[in-house]
């Protein structure tokens, strides 16, 4: 390889891959839970961590696994990644690790999150604070009360609201606190949340990473120094993936960059077009010039992401009717994979909130959420256009 940093293509095809002794081009699968020693003293050296070697799944100390680590490391220009078993696994070890005097969380946030924010942590004295977007005001005042971890995503869910990532870490690392970035929904092919200033990226490779819609796992990327206080966290809660997943998820990597540039422009051409549509009363997606966060966007990310929300002229049965008459949309929860699906934010991921919270986050009842896959363009196009027929333009 050249000595230059290879650009982020090689990178997701070559980086971390081991030399195999028998010649395979990339990374073979230990399905193995544990690893046998020459003698006692050789055992020893790894327990002891005077030399590197694998040892035990469930500590990561597994070839497939460590390969995997090393490549999501470069992809996201990381010292050192770990992995788990989801996305949820990856931010509770982060939150135990790392935000025990209290959790600020910016912006709308996956459901999950929320909930082990709110109720979990809460129920363990861990205090968390919230805050929407527009509200960033009130960062100081947690951070003077000693909150250790500043969390958000950026595209948030549904709104794909953008925040500023290298604005947000000033102000945390001011008052001492780090900054982890939900990079699920950006992926590192649209968005470095290292090189803006954040001390963590976090992901569900759930979504894009892994981007087949077949494997749950989660990656948290870091300095080895702030990833070293997660490692036990990890390796006690027992959140690490299973080796078969792992080179899944290794496999997945090596096409991260096509899928998502293919993703990001497909989902361009349906956002103009939902644009032009008279059915469709908003488009929300930071790749359009005219949606509020899109000079931000422009400054942190180099493309938009496979996610955009429609507005449905009309209501709630309106857009219901919608979503039912699409035949290439799956209606299914999740996102970042090669098939195309559809969501309303009011029946799934925003279901349990009252109607006035989702009202103070602009979430309306008209809302449908794609997540385009690798389908052609036009086809996706064409099936909405057919499923918008009829609504009152
Ligand atoms: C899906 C998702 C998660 C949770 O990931 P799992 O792999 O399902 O545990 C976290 N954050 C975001 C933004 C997500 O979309």
């Known amino acids: 390889m050249p000595n230059k940093e290879p650009g982020l293509a090689t990178r997701c095809v070559h980086a971390g891959e081991m030399q195999d002794p028998h010649g395979s081009p990339h990374t073979p699968l230990y399905q193995t839970t544990t690893f046998k020693f020459a003698s006692s003293a050789d055992l020893l050296d790894v327990v002891e961590g005077r030399k590197p070697g694998s040892l035990y799944t469930r500590y990561g100390l597994n070839p497939t696994i460590r390969a995997l680590e090393e490549k999501l490391a470069a992809l996201e220009g990381a010292e050192a990644a770990w992995v788990f078993c989801s996305g949820m696994a990856a931010e509770a070890a982060l939150f135990f690790a790392h935000g025990r005097k209290g959790i600020v969380c910016i912006g709308d946030a996956y459901g999950g999150t929320l909930e082990l924010l709110s109720s979990q942590l809460n129920d363990l004295n861990i205090p968390a604070y ?67 200033g954040a001390d963590f990226a976090v992901h569900s490779a759930t979504k894009y990473l892994g981007g087949h819609s077949d494997i749950t796992a989660g990656a948290l990327m870091g300095s080895a120094h702030l990833l070293a206080t997660v490692w036990n966290w990890r390796k006690n809660l027992g959140s690490m993936i299973a080796p078969e997943t792992a080179s899944l998820l290794m496999r997945s990597l090596r096409t991260l960059t096509v899928r998502v540039e293919r993703q990001n422009a497909t989902a361009l051409a349906v956002a103009q077009s939902m644009q032009r549509h008279p059915g469709v009363a908003r488009v929300l997606y930071p790749g359009l010039p005219d949606f509020p966060g899109h000079a931000t966007a422009k400054a942190q990310m180099s493309g938009f992401g496979g996610v955009l929300t429609l507005e449905v002229k009309g209501g709630y049965e309106d857009a219901v009717r919608m979503v039912d008459r699409l035949k290439l949309f799956a209606i299914a929860p999740s996102l970042g994979g090669v098939e195309s699906l559809v969501t309303m934010p009011v029946t799934t991921t925003h279901h349990g909130l009252s109607a006035e919270e989702r009202a103070r986050r602009g979430i309306s009842d008209s809302m449908v959420r794609l997540s385009v896959g690798l389908e052609d363009a036009a086809d996706l196009i064409e099936d909405l256009e057919q499923a918008l027929g009829g609504i009152p333009g």
């Not at 947690?142 to 549904?158: C, K, R, W």
């Not at 001011?174 to 649209?190: K, M, Q």
């Open 130 to 196: 919230f805050l929407l977007g527009s509200e960033l005001e009130g960062l100081k005042a947690y951070l003077e009360l000693g909150a250790s971890l500043v969390f958000f995503e950026t595209p948030t869910n549904p709104t794909l609201e953008v925040l500023d990532i290298a604005r947000i870490s000033g102000i945390a690392h001011e008052y001492g606190a780090l900054v982890a970035v939900d990079n699920t929904f950006a992926s590192p092919v649209n968005q470095p949340p290292l090189a803006l």
